[in-house]
């Protein structure tokens, strides 16, 4: 009978770890690996911002260099460009109709 108390201990154990394991794998995993990717992307974002200030201040450089005139036309051509970009962008939204309510 004493052996029988054992195996009911080490299984009532095994049953229990396997129940804790399984509760953490449903909850902290799925948060750690929430905050891992918000951390990440949020760090992506900051280095995509820097880079982009960074290349920008290279590009009014450089046509700066190139363009044996004054910066005003450094800036026309690189708010042309920036403009047409953006009226691209717009024709190619989603037009949804409106609901009338």
């Known amino acids: 009978m ?44 900051i280095m995509g911002l820097m880079a982009a200030v960074l290349g920008m201040a290279a590009a009014v450089h450089f046509l700066d260099d190139m363009i044996p005139q004054e910066v005003w036309l450094t800036y026309l051509i690189l708010g042309a460009i920036f403009t047409g970009v953006g009226l691209f962008l717009w024709s190619k939204k989603d037009h949804r109709p409106t609901e009338a309510h």
Do not use: H, M, N, Y
């Open 2 to 45: 004493a052996g029988d108390e054992g195996d009911w201990a080490k299984e009532t154990a095994g049953k229990l770890e396997e129940l804790v394991e399984k509760v953490r794998s449903q909850t902290t995993d799925r948060l750690v690996s929430i905050a891992r990717i918000l951390v990440f992307g949020l760090l992506a974002a």
